[in-house]
C-alpha cells in the first residue's frame, strides 16, 4: 500500500512530461547519426528529433532538444565527421522544454545565431514562463534563449546556398514552425529535388482550451482559427519526405 500510495503522489504532484522524460528512454537514447538527403541528416535521439542541414558556410541545427542533449547533439555531429562548432544558426520546430530546452547550452558553445517565430520569441527568451499554459507543470522552464533573428510567416533561412522557408503552424505553441526546404536524395538522378517537409507539431493536450466556459477562457485568443490555419498549410504543403519534431 505504501508502495501503490508513493506512485499515486508521484503521479498527482510530478510533471507529467518531466515523468514522460524519466518513463521513456527514447528521448534521451543516442541512436546513430544518419543520411536523409545530400545535405540532410538526422543527429537526435530516438524520438526527440533533431537535423543538421550542412552547408559550404557552416551548417543549420534545427531543433536543441533537451537541456542535457546537447552533448548528444555534438558527438552525433561529429561522429557524421562534421565540426560541432559550424553550427552557425540554430532553429527550433516549438518553444517546448523538449525541443528548446538545450538551446541556451547550443549557443553558449558554437555561438550560433538563434531564429524563432514570432509567437514563441518570448517563451523562448523567458524560457518558457511566457508560455500561454504557464504555470501549468507540463510546462517545463528551461535556460532563457536570446533571439537574434524574429521570424514571421513565410520566412526563408538562407545559408551557403541552402534555403529553408519557415511556416507558421501554431496552435500547439503559439509559433510552432514548420520547416520545408528542396533538397536531392543519395542515388536518385542528379536533377531530381524533393521537397522535405519537417512539422513543427499538431497535438494538444487535455489543458488547451478551445471554447469558453464559466470555468475558464480559450487557452489564448486565436487558437482555434490558428489550428484551422495550420491544417490548411500541412494540407497544402508538397511533400516527398515527411520529417517531424518527434520520431515516434
Known amino acids: 500500500m505504501r508502495a501503490i500510495l508513493s506512485c499515486l503522489l508521484l503521479l498527482l504532484f510530478s510533471s507529467p512530461k518531466l515523468i514522460l522524460a524519466q518513463a521513456n528512454p527514447s528521448w534521451t537514447a543516442p541512436i546513430v ?3 536523409i538527403a545530400d545535405n540532410l541528416y538526422y543527429v537526435g535521439s530516438q524520438d526527440l528529433a533533431s537535423y543538421l542541414v550542412v552547408t559550404p ?3 543549420i541545427l534545427i531543433n536543441a532538444n533537451l537541456a542535457t542533449s546537447p552533448s548528444q547533439l555534438r558527438a ?27 538551446a541556451a547550452e547550443v549557443i553558449r558553445e558554437t555561438h550560433a545565431q538563434s531564429m524563432v517565430m514570432d509567437g514563441d520569441v518570448s517563451v523562448a527568451e523567458t524560457g518558457a514562463r511566457a508560455d500561454f499554459l504557464s504555470p501549468s507543470p507540463n510546462v517545463l522552464k528551461y535556460a532563457p534563449v536570446y533571439v537574434d533573428r524574429i521570424l514571421h510567416d513565410g520566412d526563408t533561412v538562407s545559408l551557403g546556398g541552402v534555403t529553408l522557408t519557415a511556416h507558421k503552424t501554431a496552435g500547439h505553441t ?6 520545408t526546404l528542396r533538397a536531392h536524395l543519395p542515388g536518385e538522378p542528379a536533377e531530381t529535388m524533393r521537397n522535405i517537409v519537417i512539422v513543427g507539431g499538431a497535438g494538444f493536450w487535455s489543458e488547451y482550451h478551445f471554447v469558453a466556459t464559466p470555468r475558464h477562457l480559450v487557452s489564448y485568443p486565436g487558437i482555434v482559427q490558428d489550428f484551422q490555419h495550420t491544417f490548411s498549410v500541412l494540407r497544402a504543403l508538397p511533400c516527398d519526405v515527411f520529417l517531424g519534431a518527434h520520431g515516434g
Do not use: Y
Open 57 to 59: 558556410k557552416g551548417n
Open 33 to 35: 547519426p544518419f543520411r
Open 174 to 179: 503559439r509559433g510552432c514552425t514548420t520547416w
Open 76 to 102: 552525433s555531429v561529429e561522429a557524421l565527421g562534421f565540426h560541432w562548432n559550424d553550427t552557425n544558426i540554430l532553429l527550433n520546430s516549438q518553444a517546448h522544454s523538449d525541443h528548446m530546452g538545450g
